[in-house]
């Protein structure tokens, strides 16, 4: 179950129509994520979003998976979910900020062809370390897995979607318009005033308010721009709630609009503590006080208080966090941790 190596080379299925190779996806997604982005406003061109992220290459793991025979990839469905994905609405409670990670693939928000990309060969019970080579679609982990290396689970058997109240791990295993909530159930869509986990177990336009491990929330109306804000959430993803003086919606600072805080502009943007105006976050070589955007991080002498946007480090190097290695890899060691390959786990 652990191997370490070059990148596989990996093929679509053989299909007929439009078809990305899984080695050009992770790009592919992004563009399309940056055409959505700055439709919604949340950049002010598809170019600086493209310059802003980082992006990985392809996961090792899942094309190994593929070389060996225990998960196909459909080229097809990649060009389908890239194209649905530059499609999705700019409404908050549809697509959340924390799902920009190119590497991450929320199964609650993703357009439906994104859950077809890969069809696990792995049947349930047998031994599994990925999602990808399971034919349920998910690799049921133990809850204490090492810190490095690879972690064995089991597939999680394969069901028919399941209808409301059925159990599930992901919305993949929920029948059409329900979506699997935080209790691990199949949930149709709450309205106003209904209890809930998560945002996407509440109807279009609502967001799940005041949910806690201990308790639920209640799915209520998200506002839009120039709207009182109560829960301090608006619905657009180029909105905040300006708590301390309107208390209503506005719009996220481009480069330029007055700022308090770095949290009044746009992503991928900081507020200039000298001009307090917003300005794009510094890039590989421009001094920086806390982070960099593309391929840099902010990297800080002892004696300083600024740092220096320098490019991401070699394998061996010490590291504090995946973003500060070339491999996007940083391990810990008993010592300090440092960058290297990932581990290959199928």
Known sequence: MLRFGALLTVTALACSGPSIAYSDLNQELQQARCERFARCGLFPS?????????????????????AAHKADYDGAYAKQ????????????????????????????????????????????????????????????????????????????PAQAPGKAGASCAKTR??????????????????????????????????????????????????????????YLRCTGENLRCDEANTHTCVALGFPGAPCAASTECSFGMECDAATNLCRELPTLGMPCDSACGGDAFCAFDSTLTMGTCVAPLPNTSPCDGYNQCASFYCEQGPIFDSCKDPYVCF
């Open 46 to 66: 598809e170019a600086s979003c493209m310059t802003f992220f980082r992006i990985p290459p392809p996961d090792a793991s899942v094309a190994g998976a593929i």
């Open 81 to 156: 979910c890239v194209d649905a994905t530059a499609r999705q609405s700019c409404d908050g409670a549809d697509f959340e900020l924390e799902h920009f990670d190119v590497n991450t693939r929320s199964s609650d928000f993703e357009p439906k062809a994104c859950g077809e990309i890969f069809t696990g060969k792995v049947a349930g019970g047998a031994s599994c370390s990925i999602d990808a080579e399971c034919a349920s679609g998910t690799c049921e982990l133990p809850d204490m897995c090492p810190p490095t290396g690879c972690c064995v689970g089991m597939c999680r």
């Open 173 to 230: 295993d929920c029948a059409d318009g329900l979506a699997c909530g935080t209790d691990m159930t199949c949930h149709v869509a709450g309205a106003a005033g209904a209890p809930c986990g998560s945002d996407p177990e509440c109807g279009a336009g609502l967001g799940c308010i005041g949910a806690s491990s201990l308790m639920p929330g209640n799915c209520r109306a998200l506002p839009h721009a120039g709207e009182p804000c109560p």
